[in-house]
Nanobody, 115 residues
Framework: QVQLVESGGGLVQAVGSLRLSCAASGRVGSISTMAWYRQAPGKQRELVATITSGGRTNYADSVKGRFTISRDNAKYTVYLQMNSLKPEDTAVYYC?????????WGQGTQVIVSS
């Protein structure tokens, strides 16, 4: 099993920045790709960004140029640096880790961007 714990969410004004962290524990050796998803009220959960164990990244079009995903393999932690935040970025952000046979999810951290 893998446990994921997110932190760093909060309330920020538009054009501000936040940095989310997700620390993995347990069978971390089984983790390959890690990702951030988000779910806004009344909407489906959507992919924000992914990063492979080798550091290859991919972003949703809506966050390209504003968000940066990174990982510290030694600390089993993935980060999401969010700049130039917009009110439409308001959502619960979830950390995801792909293991050998299943995905793992964190409990989510709330991000609220005020206009």
């Amino acid at each position: 099993q893998v446990q994921l714990v997110e932190s760093g969410g909060g309330l920020v004004q538009a054009v501000g920045s936040l940095r989310l962290s997700c620390a993995a524990s347990g069978r971390v050796g089984s983790i390959s790709t890690m990702a951030w998803y988000r779910q806004a009220p009344g909407k489906q959960r959507e992919l924000v960004a992914t990063i492979t164990s080798g550091g290859r990244t991919n972003y949703a079009d809506s966050v390209k140029g504003r968000f940066t995903i990174s990982r510290d393999n030694a600390k089993y932690t993935v980060y999401l640096q969010m700049n130039s935040l917009k009110p439409e970025d308001t959502a619960v952000y979830y950390c995801n880790a792909v293991g050998y046979a299943r995905d793992y999810w964190g409990q989510g951290t709330q991000v609220i961007v005020s206009s």
